[in-house]
Nanobody
């Protein structure tokens, strides 16, 4: 499985961005895909996750109500819609995949290269 994250950029507080994670591999529907982020000097932080087969999702409390994870079967892509962005959302965002059910820990087997999101105040 290979993952390609994209969609980051520089925005102002209150703006929206949509991150994409393109997943390659014939068995992508067997995977759980998660988004994590890492700000400078901080540990990698869980953001959201989705089980591809069931569609079950889970979001971190810090983003609940503002961010939404979803999947597009036709395009083998997982999205992270980010609304009402805050300066504290500034980080490198990574998508990752694992077999089986969702988890909020970084125990994912495959990682994308990361995309920078910068939110100015």
């Amino acid at each position: 499985v290979q993952l390609q994250a994209s969609g980051g950029g520089l925005v102002q507080a209150g703006d929206s961005l949509r991150l994409s994670c393109a997943v390659s591999g014939r068995t992508y529907s067997m995977y759980t895909v998660g988004w994590f982020r890492q700000a400078p000097g901080k540990e990698r932080e869980f953001v959201a996750t989705i089980n591809w087969r069931s569609g079950y999702t889970y979001h971190a409390e810090s983003v609940k109500g503002r961010f939404t994870i979803s999947r597009d079967n036709a395009n083998n892509t997982v999205y992270l819609q980010m609304n009402s962005l805050k300066p504290e959302d500034t980080a490198v965002y990574y998508c990752a995949a694992k077999l089986g059910g969702v988890t909020t820990t970084p125990a994912y087997d495959y990682w994308g290269q990361g995309t920078q999101v910068t939110v100015s105040s």
